[in-house]
């Protein structure tokens, strides 16, 4: 399901669109702190399309990757700092593009020697 990245979602939302339950989604934001959705006056939680995606990757990672809370967390830290593998496989291509340019030129290096 799309996203709008203007709308605000409701817990009840996010939980329906992730198919995870509401308290999964709680337990969450408690041991992730990059999962942070606004907060209305009344405590009310509002999530917008950043902290969806936050949530859908928090998921694939426990549940498709089968990593515990903490690797989980440590690895979200780093793909949101632009470190750790690649998600996508254009990423992974744009990469070993990178990697093969890089040893070309040690080999240049070396032949020049």
Known sequence: ??????????ISEVSEML???????????ERFP???PDR??????YYNANDIDIARRIK???RHEKMTIKG???RLAQEL?????PRLRKEMI???ERIQEEVRAMLDLLDDT
């Open 1 to 10: 399901m799309q996203t709008n990245p203007n709308r605000r979602y409701s």
């Open 19 to 29: 198919d995870v339950g509401p308290h999964l989604l709680r337990q969450w934001e």
């Open 34 to 36: 990059q999962l942070k």
């Open 40 to 45: 209305s006056p009344t405590g009310r939680r």
């Open 60 to 62: 694939y990672l426990i």
């Open 72 to 74: 989980a967390r440590i």
């Open 81 to 85: 700092h632009g470190e750790g593998r």
């Open 94 to 96: 744009d990469l070993a």
